[in-house]
């Protein structure tokens, strides 16, 4: 862990780069740019409305309307898998970086998760805009957001580095990986209010390190409200403790990536 | 500053690549034992050398003898197998056309990417930036995508980032086989004047002109091993005189 703190300020330089880089080529080709960040929570947010709305004929917030409840914690959580998907193949795309010099080589997929964060602050807008139209207030508590991101990026970072260096060795990573993320969508409380999980299953249920930040994260924005450290604290640790174990791994493979690739 | 009597060492260094792994496999490898089984290939079979500031040496051999693995291991992309590495300053590796070079961005930005990864702040290529771009004679063609440079444009757009790195060690591997004659002069008289500057360059090459020319001492690699170590007019000779005896074999 302080070695990869180390490493981060001494190449930070190199991840602003490759974060730029990739936020350059992504929206240089694809015409409609920023629009594509808020096309897919948005288009998701629409299906799920129909879904609970329409179909089911009642929402299962009260307070403010479903599509927003919906859509924030969907930002989040987008920014989770999609970041996670989008390292997994890294290596092999940059191997003609990687053969040319020795550098860290997690500076490449942390530089996606800072890339990708610039899509979180985007689609924040977006919020912001609902909220509006909804006459929600913005709340102090809003800057709880941010020690909460903190340790979504700590996990991020665990499961990317896991995930993109074994890929390197095992092309089936992937595929493992995009089920594990489409099943973790459904424990986390996106579609639903944590406050229907019934309390005996709570404490296994907000085990997932994700599900108490999605459910701060929809307080601190939406309801004015704190998140439930109790829960946090332990969110925090569990990502502290893959973190340390992925960072292990992902150095020992950083070994003879080259030799592989 | 500490002084080192070599800017590179080599101590007996082995290097076996790996085949337990392949890009493309799957998790199902881990429980072919077929595979595990696979021996791997040693590249370097026990190889010691040394690099003086200010000295040029030469590398040749024919394909797999070995050369290029060195030069990885120097500039720490792969590690050896055994043997210790002792390197004292910064290195700037040279390679095949384009490498690293992105083909999405500009010019400019690729100056930035590569200045970066051989080690250089940004500050620093910002001051350097007309330097390298005029060193590399492409300011008409700074701004286009490097997808539409071509091979020679490549070569030199990355020779010019890396020579400005100001690297203790240079490691020139064939990169200088393209480009035209007065690209590759210039490139040579710039080599030249680091060399006075006091830095270590390691030259791969398949050009013995080259080799004869540009390098104060140079080894003939073999099958991982040192085969010779002297002279270079020595060297070359040796290595004609294994083509030679290979051709004959042949027929």
Known sequence: MLKLIGNIIKWRELIFLFAQRDLKIRYRQAILGILWVWFQPLSQMVVFNFIFIRIFHRSPVKGYPFHIFVFTGLIFWTYFSTTINYTIPLFKNNVALIKKAYFPREVIPLGIILSNLVNVFASMLLVFLFMWTAHLKVHLTILYVFPLLLIQIMLMTALALFASGLNVFFRDIKYGMSLLLYLWMFMNPILYPAEKVPAHLKNFYFLNPMAPLIDGYRRAILEGTSPQWKYVLISLGISYVLLEICYGIFKKAERIFNDIL | ?251
């Open chain 2, 1 to 251: 500053m500490t002084s080192y009597d070599y800017l590179v060492e080599l101590k007996d260094v082995k290097k076996q690549y790996q085949h337990y792994f392949t890009v493309g496999g799957t998790l199902l490898d881990l429980f072919n034992p077929q595979r595990v089984r696979k021996k791997g290939i040693w590249a370097l079979k026990g190889i010691s050398l040394t690099l003086k500031k200010g000295e040029a040496l030469g590398i040749i051999g024919p394909n797999g003898a070995g050369k290029s693995t060195i030069l990885k291991i120097i500039s720490r992309i792969t590690l050896p197998t055994s043997g210790e590495v002792n390197v004292h300053g910064k290195t700037a590796y040279l390679i095949e056309v384009g490498a690293g070079l992105h083909p999405d961005l500009t010019g400019i930005e690729n100056i930035f990417l590569y200045g970066i990864i051989l080690g250089m702040k940004r500050k620093e290529i910002r001051e350097k930036l007309d330097k390298i771009i005029e060193f590399s004679g492409l300011q008409d063609y700074i701004d286009l995508p490097v997808k539409k440079y071509s091979s020679g444009m490549k070569v030199r757009l990355g020779f010019s980032v890396a020579i400005h790195t100001e690297p203790d060690i240079l490691l020139v591997d064939e990169v200088l086989a393209v480009g035209d004659a007065a690209f590759k002069k210039k490139c040579y008289k710039k080599i030249e004047e680091l060399k006075k500057s006091g830095i270590g360059i390691i030259l791969v090459s398949h050009n013995m002109k080259q080799i004869l020319e540009h390098t104060d001492r140079t080894i003939f690699l073999n099958k991982g091993k040192i085969v010779f170590e002297g002279r270079p007019e020595e060297a070359v000779k040796r290595y004609n005189e294994f083509l030679e005896k290979k051709k004959e074999e042949k027929i």
